[in-house]
Every structure is written in C-alpha cells, then in structure tokens.
C-alpha cells in the first residue's frame, strides 16, 4: 500500500526566511501529488498539484514544488515566507494504477514569527 | 460557485448513541469522499461515492457507512459510538472518480463522551 512520509512535524521560521517542507512516497507506479494548506480556522484547501509535465509547478501564494521520480519525493519551497503562511501544510499521493485512494501525509505545522 | 458544504459543523454525542453527517458537494462535482482528521493519525480515507456507489472504502470498521443521493449528496453514518471516534471528519468532492483534484469542506466537528 501507498504511504506518505512528511520528516518535519512543527517547523518554526522567522518572517523572511526560506522555506523546504519535505515530502516522500513510497509507491513504484505513476502518482498525482497534491500540497494542500489548513490555515488556523479554516477548510483544507487546495496549494498546488503535478499530474505530468514539467516536474517544477507552481501553485498559489508563491509555493512551489519540484517532483523528483527517482527520489520519490515532492518537496514544498517558498523563497521567502510571510506571517500569513502559518498553517499546516499536508502532502498527498493518489496512484493512478488501481482504485486506490488519497493518502495524505501526517502534515506539518508551520509557524511564521515576525 | 458554492464551496463543499456539511452539516452540522459540530455535535455531541454519547457513547453508544449513533450519528448521521451531510455533505453538499460542488455543483456538477460527482464524485464525494470522506475522511477522518486526528492529532494523532491524521487524514484517513473512510470511503468514497461515485454514482451513488460506494467505489472504495478505507480501513474502518462495519459501525462506518455511508451513502450518495442522486443528487450526489452524500451522508456517512457512525452505530455505537466510541470515545475514539471522536475526530474531525471532512467531505470532499471531485469532478470525477479517482486520482483528481479534490475541495474540501469544513467539517463537522464530533465529541464523544
């Protein structure tokens, strides 16, 4: 079964600061990745998604991230954060072989500090 | 357009009693998936309903079900609460079944005790 692996459970940056949330699965097929954001008080919402193409997108908010196939990875950066990133951030990884469902990452918090 | 709307947004419930959730999924989405929010485990898939049939189901116990209207609504059920079942549990849809984008809702929020 497909699992998802997000290494950063709180990570605490100052206002500024560079930002690398890092993402990894573990499954041997064709995948879509999603990041998505659950700011303080609010619904999961959607940051951004590879289904194919150029393996560097770019989503909403200035985020962005790079699918690596051979590392099974899909790491979140931003170059520079603001107060209003603080949120929890969750990776997921849908196979598109089988009728296999969503499996999300356990999140990581993000605490933006002026 | 409308977002993901569920209800209620928070109830209260004692243990061994039973609890119905609503979720109104995005006009035209047909497709509309359940999950569990914990602390402790996270976003777990309970099932998803395509077409009024449940097309997938995640590893939950018989006490979990649910179903889809023609209208794609859906409802999830929980018989015989238990003190871990509290939890946030989130509704999403989808344009179509399978590995695609998917909006979520607010959730409804379930005490136990």
């Given amino acids: ?114 | 357009k409308a977002g993901v709307t569920q209800t209620p947004r928070y109830l209260i419930k004692t243990r061994g009693q039973q609890v119905t959730l609503s979720c109104s999924p995005i006009s035209g989405h047909r497709s509309v998936s359940w999950y569990q929010q914990t602390p402790g485990q996270g976003l777990q898939f309970l099932f998803e309903y395509f077409s009024e049939t449940q097309r997938n189901k995640g590893n939950f116990p018989g006490r979990f079900s649910g179903r889809q209207f023609s209208n794609s609504r859906s409802e999830m059920n929980v018989s015989t609460l238990e003190l871990g079942d509290s939890a946030l549990y989130l509704c999403a849809s989808s344009l179509r079944q399978g590995p695609y984008e998917q909006y979520f809702g607010p959730g409804t929020r379930l005490t136990v005790t």
């Fill in chain 1, 1 to 114: 079964a497909q699992s998802v692996s997000q290494h950063n459970h709180h990570v605490i940056l100052s206002e500024a600061a560079s930002l690398e949330l890092g993402c990894n699965y573990s499954y041997g097929g064709t995948v879509n990745l999603f990041w998505y954001v659950q700011y303080p008080g609010q619904h999961l919402q959607l940051l951004l998604k590879y289904f194919s193409g150029d393996p560097l997108v770019k989503g909403i908010k200035g985020f962005e991230a790079e699918f690596i196939k051979s590392k099974f990875s899909f790491n979140l950066r931003k170059p520079s954060v603001q107060w209003s990133d603080t949120a929890e951030y969750f990776c997921a990884v849908n196979a598109l072989s089988g009728n296999t469902p969503l499996v999300f990452g356990k999140g990581t918090r993000l605490s933006v500090i002026a």
